[in-house]
């Protein structure tokens, strides 16, 4: 038994409600309102019911609440700020390092073929 | 169904304390949590030790698994007569061992799936912290898809194929595999996130299907190096060409181009094509940023030779004149 779908379902790269990012994130709106009032996250649009985030935004929040469901924490909304915070640095810095190595590696293969 | 020892997985003997269990897990998550850990292999062993972790911590649920006695891990095993029976006395419970042995025992089903139905049929908490008696929603998935840059540039339609926690004809949990086409709009980018609803597991007793998170990741290309929506490209160009100037025609994702290189280009000069990069979801597109880089042949011929010469007689360049003053310290006493 296999669950298929027969015709292709298109992925739209959309923003995220913020009641539907509140549930997915298990954040409530006042969590979310306080966290976008100390700049940890950052909405599109102007007034709190037009709010909405991006997927990237989502997954991050997501990854956090992983991490505490799996190491049994519990975590108040100032850890969880700082927490969100170190994890955007460090993905920043590691897709910095994954460029740097991807053009550092493809300059010296390309002088490699050329002079070959 | 094959057996998994679970306290092997934690590195615990069949004695170990309540206490010694969550020291052990937690040890382990530490060194192997995906989200933490350097280890390529982390995540498959996150994974076991989080399946033996939720089993263990347990109190009924650690009886049960004992109760299935010692084997090796892979060895094929089938539950004693009356196992897991008084989960199904729990109020709301719905654990029969008698319904598996009729849909066909315990074969093709796995041990961590047992253990979570056994969990929810006590109507109390289960492993993954759902009460049976409300909807549940279905489980979520994080797939990545690796596409090359012209994939990515263009959109394309990916076949995606893994497996979800489902239900048999007869209501067994199993793993079914889930396949489907998702149409990838133009214009991702390398890490780009996407959420698919309502694309992870079945969702049970009404409850909504999971979803299904998306982490696109771009193939290396020849010679362009997406950053963003920009591709960077570096281009060699001989001596002459980068003295003299030259006209010369470029391969992009969307056919050549002719680029005019001014005379006196050094390595290290960028020129940027403005639209010549991934177009841009809805509309635009980032830029092609040529790096040009001027190259020496591994040989040369005689008259070569005997052109660089005369060029190095009569150049007045001196592109190390700064060095001097280290070269030769003039003293100041």
Redesign the interface.
């Given at each position: 038994?296999?669950?298929?779908?027969s015709?292709?379902?298109?992925?739209?790269?959309t923003s995220?409600r913020v009641t539907e990012f509140a549930s997915?994130s298990n954040l409530s709106p006042q969590e979310i309102a306080e966290l976008v009032e100390i700049g940890v996250l950052i909405p599109s649009g102007e007034s709190p019911t037009d709010w909405a985030f991006n997927?990237?935004t989502?997954?991050l929040m997501?990854?956090l609440r992983?991490?505490e469901?799996?190491?049994e924490l519990e975590m108040d909304l100032k850890t969880l700020a700082l927490s969100y915070r170190l994890i955007e640095r460090i993905q920043e810095l590691e897709?910095h390092l994954h460029?740097t190595q991807?053009?550092a590696r493809?300059?010296q293969e390309?002088?490699a073929s050329?002079?070959s | 169904m094959q057996f998994k020892d679970y306290y092997e997985i934690l590195g615990l003997t069949r004695q170990a304390s309540a206490g010694d269990v969550k020291k052990a897990y937690r040890k382990l998550a530490h060194q192997y949590h995906p989200d933490i850990s350097k280890d390529p292999k982390g995540e498959e062993k996150f994974k076991e030790v989080n399946e033996a972790y939720r089993t263990l911590k347990d109190p009924e649920l650690r009886k049960a698994y004992d109760e299935l006695g010692q084997h090796r891990s892979g060895e094929e095993v089938r539950p004693p007569p009356e196992w897991g029976s008084h989960f199904s006395q729990a109020p709301g419970g719905g654990f029969d061992p008698e319904d598996f042995a009729r849909a066909g025992g315990f074969e093709g089903i796995n041990l961590s799936d047992l253990f979570e139905e056994l969990s929810r049929s006590r109507g109390g908490q289960g492993p993954g912290g759902s009460y049976q008696a409300q909807p549940l929603k279905g489980q979520d998935y994080e797939v990545a898809a690796t596409l090359t840059l012209e994939e990515a540039a263009h959109g394309t339609t990916l076949d995606l194929e893994f497996k979800v926690q489902g239900r048999d004809a007869e209501g067994r949990p199993i793993r079914l595999p889930h396949h489907f086409k998702a149409r990838i709009p133009k214009g991702v980018v390398d890490g780009q996130k996407m959420r698919l609803p309502g694309k992870g597991g079945k969702g049970l007793q009404g409850g909504a299907d999971g979803d299904l998170y998306l982490t696109i990741r771009l193939l290396p290309h020849p010679f362009l190096r997406p950053l963003g929506h920009d591709l960077h490209f570096d281009v060699p160009l001989t001596p002459a060409e980068a003295v003299l100037g030259a006209t010369i025609k470029l391969p992009t994702l969307k056919g050549f181009v002719s680029l005019t290189v001014p005379p006196l280009s050094a390595t290290g000069k960028k020129m940027r094509l403005p639209l010549k990069g991934l177009p841009k979801p809805k509309e635009g597109a980032g830029d092609l940023i040529v790096h040009l880089v001027v190259v020496i042949p591994d040989q040369i011929t005689e008259a070569e030779r005997h052109l660089y010469e005369q060029i190095q007689a009569l150049s007045k360049f001196h592109p190390r004149e700064r060095l001097e003053a280290f070269l030769h310290p003039q003293s100041d006493s």
């Open positions: 038994m296999t669950i298929k779908t015709s292709a379902i298109t992925v739209d790269i995220i997915l997927d990237q989502l997954m997501r990854r992983r991490l469901a799996d190491f897709s460029e991807f053009h493809l300059s390309e002088m050329l002079k | -």
